[in-house]
T-cell receptor, first 113, second 112 residues
Framework: GENVEQHPSTLSVQEGDSAVIKCTYS??????FPWYKQELGKGPQLIID?????GEKKDQRIAVTLNKTAKHFSLHITETQPEDSAVYFC????????????FGKGTRLHILP | NAGVMQNPRHLVRRRGQEARLRCSPM?????VYWYRQLPEEGLKFMVY????????ESGMPKERFSAEFPKEGPSILRIQQVVRGDSAAYFC??????????FGSGTRLTVV
């Protein structure tokens, strides 16, 4: 089955700097890669996603890249702000299959003042 | 258009009791998924259901756990004879397919 690895587990960046979180996946059948943000006591919130027919996607300060050959994908947050502090999860899914999402273990992002 | 509604938000059960967790999907969503999250860990898939059908239950323990999504009403995740190790946050998500999940706020189960 699919296995998603995520690094780092904790990341501290100065406010205004960029943050990068990296993930790898194992199943070449995976074709949908969402990123979720989870704040304390809340459910995961989808912040951006990318499908396997696209190499890069950007939404304001957030961008994702996907390298299908190497089976890795990354989240980039630029100009970080205090409200970006949260736990971020990468995930992979085969949307042509049963759609279940396999999550990485998460990255706790701290934005330092 | 309300999001995915889960209740209760918090549930405390004594060892050996039953826990029933409810999930109402977003309007128009016919796919429901349940995930479990242990402290400081990612979400682990448990079960995928469509109306009146279990599509994939490969992530659900074979004993004590069951799930249903009846023709009318919410999806139910039932845990019988709860043990301390069942303490976790249980999240429901719904979808129209093609991968995009919308998650509820979760039910935090504490077994005492």
């Amino acid at each position: 089955g699919e296995n998603v690895e995520q690094h780092p587990s904790t990341l501290s960046v100065q406010e205004g700097d960029s943050a990068v979180i990296k993930c790898t996946y194992s199943d070449s059948a995976s074709n949908y890669f969402p990123w979720y943000k989870q704040e304390l006591g809340k459910g995961p919130q989808l912040i951006i996603d990318i499908r396997s027919n696209v190499g890069e996607k950007k939404d304001q300060r957030i961008a994702v890249t996907l390298n299908k050959t190497a089976k890795h994908f990354s989240l980039h947050i630029t100009e970080t702000q205090p409200e970006d502090s949260a736990v971020y999860f990468c995930a992979a899914s085969n949307s042509q299959g049963d759609d279940k999402i396999i999550f990485g273990k998460g990255t706790r992002l701290h934005i330092l003042p | 258009n309300a999001g995915v509604m889960q209740n209760p938000r918090h549930l405390v059960r004594r060892r050996g009791q039953e826990a029933r967790l409810r999930c109402s999907p977003m309007k128009g969503h016919s796919h429901v998924y349940w995930y479990r999250q242990l402290p400081e860990e990612g979400l682990k898939f448990m079960v995928y259901l469509q109306k009146e059908n279990i599509i994939d239950e490969s992530g659900m323990p074979k004993e004590r756990f069951s799930a249903e999504f009846p023709k009318e009403g919410p999806s139910i995740l039932r845990i019988q004879q709860v043990v301390r190790g069942d303490s976790a946050a249980y999240f429901c998500a719904s979808s129209v397919g093609q991968g995009v999940h919308t998650f509820g706020s979760g039910t935090r189960l504490t077994v005492v």
